[in-house]
């Protein structure tokens, strides 16, 4: 099994709901990824896990709060979100934390804040 | 600080055409380079990486990409071109030791195939 699954595909919310983006892996990769992804623009980290606690958070705004419960799960919980939010997000993960790893990418969850 | 320049933000090809997506890099260390594609309403995934084993690197699907440290670039090709390439391509590099983990994309090239 070499997937990164995410759910849900879509999601719409509005700027005063709560909701969760949740990201799975069984490949036994002690290091996970969230990544946003604007139209037309290359993805940019949000954060990083390495063996379930947070390693890299790339100053991103506390309405972002990731979850990393064990090594095979990942979620992102998102609260008073801004439309300019609306996003892909996308989920990765890799062996280990390290310069040269493969990252193995989630197929995303394609966000709109209204 | 790392950083990589995609040169062309869309390329278009004939079908059997030879296929050439340019990426330069700029490091204070020795690079980790790599190439994802990302076909339409994917995710990413990995064509192909530099990791200073061999300076010619073959990939999946027919890929390739040669490191010439001297032109400071990192160019990707594919002899013949099908309509299955079309797609999304990134090239990236690794952030540095201590952000072990970081990839820094570049702009991305968008690559059409012509019948």
């Known amino acids: 099994d070499t997937e990164v699954t995410q759910t849900p595909k879509h999601l719409v919310m509005g700027m005063t709901n709560k909701k969760s983006l949740k990201c799975e892996q069984h490949?036994?990769?002690?290091?996970m990824y969230w990544y946003k992804q604007k139209a037309k623009k290359p993805p940019e980290l949000m954060f990083v896990?390495?063996?379930?606690?947070?390693?890299i958070n790339e100053s991103v705004p506390s309405r972002f709060s990731p979850e990393c419960p064990n090594s095979s799960l990942l979620n992102l919980h998102l609260h008073a979100l801004q439309p300019e939010d609306s996003a892909l997000y996308l989920c990765?993960?890799?062996?280990?934390?390290?310069?040269?790893?493969?990252?193995?990418f989630g197929s995303g969850t394609q966000l709109s804040v209204l | 600080a790392q950083s990589v320049t995609q040169l062309g933000s869309h390329v278009s090809v004939s079908e059997g055409a030879l296929v050439l997506l340019r990426c330069n890099y700029s490091?204070?260390?020795?690079?980790?380079l790599f190439w994802y594609v990302q076909y339409p309403n994917q995710g990413l995934q990995l064509l192909l990486k530099?990791?200073?084993?061999?300076?010619l690197v073959k990939g999946i699907n027919g890929f390739e990409a040669e490191f010439k440290k001297s032109e400071t670039s990192f160019h990707l090709t594919k002899p013949s071109a099908h309509m299955s390439d079309a797609a999304e391509y990134f090239c990236?590099?690794?952030?540095?030791?201590?952000?072990?983990?970081?990839?820094?994309f570049g702009q991305g090239t968008e690559l059409s195939v012509k019948p």
């Open positions: 990765a993960s890799s062996q280990e934390v390290r310069t040269n790893e493969k990252l193995f």
């Open positions: 490949m036994g990769h002690r290091a």
């Open positions: 896990y390495s063996y379930e606690k947070l390693s």
């Open positions: 490091s204070s260390v020795p690079p980790y």
């Open positions: 990236a590099v690794s952030g540095s030791y201590n952000q072990g983990g970081k990839l820094i």
């Open positions: 530099y990791t200073s084993a061999a300076t």
